[in-house]
């Protein structure tokens, strides 16, 4: 693999590939197994210019659970306060002998540029509300681990999903692994483009999913909370409560409490956002040792 900018160029076996080797992974993390140290030798920086705590961490500790080695930029105190260029900036960390860039940027389409102006691996961790791989890699592991399979499973992306980044590559990696998928949310947070079905009733769906994945609010894209949002939209209790019994939650933090989830739902039995967060890791391993083989 070459670049991890977009869920767009695998197709089916290369993400069931990942997903299996995910859970594999995190399989061998869980029982202390030794790791193959893939990425001895390998310098990873990490180029965050938005905030991040479970994505950068999880790169993080990825890297190092491989051998590799982490440099961390951080903007707010770099020479681009000074007006240095982002080109500048990638290339000087390029120069100083990073290997492979993890790139978040609030423009779309960042990290694909860094990868061309440097020539190196670059991973997206996020640009705008494109895109974010390495998060549908870490929800499409998740499920199947729950699960043990994809194929067939019926799946609500509920909340705002027009300016979500996790909904643009867990739409199209879900929909490439067979997962039947609904968008639920106001009207003007449903992409007109995407021809999934769409509703904006959570109602008449709750009980006939296996998996509800809610979505922050992205305020910081233009997302408003209006007044009616959480009587219409949150999944609250007596919301959970008419999901099947194989029924799962899931949610890729941050979390906003008490407005796209309740509390108790939060932390109800059905929910997988720690799962989530724990497969991170693996799932970012996985990731980085297939960039550091330079496998197709
Ligand atoms: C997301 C992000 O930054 O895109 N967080 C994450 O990486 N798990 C989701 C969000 O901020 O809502």
Redesign the pocket.
């Known amino acids: 693999m070459k670049a991890f900018t977009s869920v767009r160029g695998l197709g089916r076996t290369d993400l069931e590939s990942l997903v299996l080797e995910t859970i594999e992974m995190r399989r061998a993390l869980d029982r202390g197994a030794p790791l193959d140290q893939s990425l001895e030798g390998v310098c990873v920086a990490n180029l965050f210019f938005?905030p991040?705590t479970?994505?950068r961490l999880s790169f993080d500790l990825a890297t190092q659970r491989l051998g590799g080695h982490v440099i961390t930029f951080f903007p707010e105190s770099s020479s681009a306060t000074k007006g240095e260029s982002l080109r500048d900036t990638v290339l000087t960390v390029g120069g100083i002998g990073a290997d492979i860039l993890v790139v978040?940027h609030r423009m779309e389409g960042i990290p694909a540029s860094v990868g061309e102006w440097t020539g190196l691996p670059v991973v997206n961790?996020?640009d705008g509300a494109n895109e974010?791989p390495s998060?549908a890699l870490v929800d499409a592991a998740t499920i199947h681990q729950h699960f043990d399979h994809l194929e067939g499973l019926r799946m609500a992306i509920i909340g705002d999903v027009a300016h979500?980044?996790?909904a643009g590559s867990l739409i199209h990696a879900m929909a490439t692994l067979g997962v039947d998928l609904t968008l639920v949310g106001p009207e003007e947070w449903l992409p007109a483009q995407s021809a999934l079905p769409k509703k904006t009733d959570i109602d008449t769906l709750v009980g006939e999913i296996d998996v509800a994945y809610l979505?922050?609010v992205?305020t910081e894209r233009g997302g408003v909370i209006s007044n009616d949002y959480v009587d219409k939209y949150g999944l609250d209790s007596q919301r959970a409560a008419r999901m099947s019994d194989r029924a799962v939650i899931m949610h890729?933090?941050?979390i906003n409490r008490g407005v796209e989830i309740a509390d108790q739902v939060a932390d109800s039995p059905r929910s997988l956002i720690v799962e989530q967060v724990r497969n991170g890791v693996p799932a970012r391993m996985v990731i980085l040792r297939a960039l550091a083989k330079g496998r197709p």
């Open positions: 938005e991040s479970r994505t978040r961790a996020g974010h998060q979500s980044r996790v979505l922050r992205q890729p933090g941050p």
